[in-house]
């Protein structure tokens, strides 16, 4: 009787055994999981805070951007008055003055990129935030995305307007062509187009930078350098010998244009062209 006992006692232990054994290994799972969603909170924490610090840098350098374009934009309207004021001085001056407002141009269109290009920046971590979500252990990476076929515009525009200021013709045109082939459609395609256009009158090429300028008349009449390219083209078509065509231009750029620096050249190009020659009877093709 009393081994009996013992061999129920034997085998009820053996249950409790192993009826607790699963148990402890479902616990120690747990435990494992526990662990590794406390480590995915904490990798979390740390990008959320590294993400918030480079947020705070790319708002600085997106202010101290607009600040200096402001700054520009106030400097090129002080100068347009002060050519205005001194339309009647002599034309060697108001060709330095318009050589400046240009560089000034250039530098907002280059500021302009730079603050594009650091919005881009922004866009691409705020796109890069709401992908890191907390997923399952051992989820794959997301694919990485495919490899551009052209540089981004900002870099492309900027490496072509360097060039272009370094007389570094040939180079720059090409850049400029790349340019327009990829981005043709953003806001500084009518810009990349006239430096095209630039470069021919530069070198001598009038008939073609006549075309090139036309160009940026016709596909970008909205732009910053529209009257600049109508002012050129006058100038083009002078120096190709078509002075009747060339002072109509410029009489057209007055009429469109009359309170712009570019007028003001226009006018100082025409009373220039009218002292060298002396009064003379318009031609029949010439408008009254």
């Not at 360097?162 to 013709?169: G, I, Q, S, T, V």
């Amino acid at each position: 009787m009393r081994h009996k006992t013992r061999a129920s006692v034997y085998a009820s232990l053996a249950l409790c055994l192993l009826a607790v054994t699963p148990a402890f290994g479902v616990s120690r799972e747990i435990v494992q999981l526990q662990t590794q969603v406390q480590a995915l909170q904490e990798s979390m924490a740390r990008m959320q805070q590294a993400f918030d610090e480079r947020m705070g840098v790319m708002k600085n350098l997106i202010e101290q951007s607009t600040d200096n374009i402001n700054k520009m934009t106030s400097a090129v309207d002080t100068l347009q008055k002060s050519v205005q004021q001194s339309g009647t001085d002599s034309g060697n001056r108001v060709d330095q003055l318009s050589g400046q407002i240009q560089a000034l141009h250039d530098s907002l269109d280059e500021l302009k990129a730079r603050v594009a290009k650091l919005n881009k920046q922004i866009d691409d971590m705020n796109a890069a935030k709401e992908n890191l979500q907390p997923g399952t252990p051992g989820a794959a990476p997301p694919a990485q995305p495919p490899q551009a076929q052209a540089p981004p515009a900002d870099i492309l525009y900027n490496n072509a307007l360097r060039d272009y200021n370094a007389a570094k013709y040939q180079l720059a045109q090409q850049e400029f062509n790349d340019y327009l082939k990829f981005y043709g459609n953003t806001d500084l395609a009518g810009n990349a187009q006239f430096y095209v256009a630039e470069i021919e009158f530069r070198q001598g090429n009038y008939p073609q930078a006549i075309k090139d300028y036309d160009t940026v008349l016709e596909q970008y009449p909205g732009g910053n350098k529209t009257a600049a390219a109508q002012l050129k083209k006058g100038y083009a078509l002078l120096e190709s010998g078509q002075r009747d065509a060339g002072v109509r231009e410029l009489r057209s750029l007055i009429n469109r244009y009359p309170r712009s620096i570019e007028a003001t050249q226009a006018r100082d190009r025409i009373r220039r062209l009218v002292s060298s020659t002396g009064t003379r009877k318009p031609s029949p093709s010439q408008p009254q």
